[in-house]
């Protein structure tokens, strides 16, 4: 089992940042993939990005190309979204999940340990 909590969620400004922190537990971090995942009510979980196990690569959707970052710190167990230039569209809950193994896994179906979700609102 793999423990996963997010924390670093709140309410912004346009134009503002945030970074989101990901905390593990329970098995070798460094042996999982990490997503961000972002959600509205009535929409589907949506991709935000992915880092590989060593952090060498990353994948981004389009939307938050240029804006955020994805890291990780694989001695302290902890995964990061650094969200800059943020926008009201932006504004969701957003979660983190852990898949092991290689590669960028783009689908929710691929990850098998989520947290708990933090809200970001992003106020115009």
């Known amino acids: 089992q793999v423990q996963l909590v997010e924390s670093g969620g709140g309410l912004v400004q346009a134009g503002g940042s945030l970074r989101l922190s990901c905390a593990a537990s329970g098995r070798t971090f460094s042996n999982y993939a990490m997503g961000w995942f972002r959600h509205n009510p009535g929409k589907e979980r949506d991709l935000v990005g992915v880092?590989?196990?060593?952090?060498?690569?990353?994948y981004y959707v389009d939307s938050v190309k240029g804006r955020f970052t994805i890291s990780r710190d694989n001695a302290k167990n902890t995964v990061y979204l650094q969200m800059n230039n943020l926008k009201p569209e932006d504004t969701a809950v957003y979660y983190c999940a852990g898949r092991a193994g290689p590669g960028l896994p783009l689908s929710t179906t691929e990850y098998a340990y989520w947290g708990q979700g933090i809200q970001v609102t992003v106020s115009s």
């Open positions: 880092i590989s196990r060593s952090g060498a690569s990353t």
